[in-house]
């Protein structure tokens, strides 16, 4: 049973940096997409944030990214990681990692991810 679960969320001021762990486990198959997603509010939809191939270490980012953030996963912790730098208030969100199974293009719609971590909050005041 895949397990996701995410910490350090928290509040900072706006240009300041967080870094986002996701420790997964349960995970058998070898080839797998992770991604990060986040929710700016209740009821709207989830947006992708940045996405890793395990197979081939292959990254993407949504536009508003912009070169702020990195995503990177340290495969003998199991653990996923978004290194978050010049955080802007548009940033607040409550942000989930997700897995989608035997996948070596990581796809951006979050209906294709089919387990995913119960988010931490990110809140950025200006």
């Known amino acids: 049973q895949v397990q996701l679960v995410e910490s350090g969320g928290g509040s900072v001021q706006a240009g300041g940096s967080l870094r986002l762990s996701c420790a997964a486990s349960g995970i058998t198959s070898r080839s797998y997409c992770m991604g990060w997603f986040r929710r700016q509010a209740p009821g709207k939809e989830r947006e992708g944030v940045a996405y890793i191939a395990t197979t081939t270490g292959n990254t993407r980012y949504a536009d508003f990214v912009n070169g702020r953030f990195t995503i990177s996963q340290d495969y003998t912790k199991n653990t996923l990681y978004l290194q978050m730098n010049s955080l802007k208030p548009e940033d607040t969100a409550m942000y989930y990692c997700?897995?989608?199974?035997?996948?070596?293009?990581?796809?951006?719609?979050?209906?294709?991810?089919?387990?995913w971590g119960q988010g931490t909050q990110i809140t950025v005041s200006s």
């Open positions: 997700a897995l989608d199974l035997f996948r070596t293009y990581c796809r951006s719609d979050p209906v294709y991810y089919g387990q």
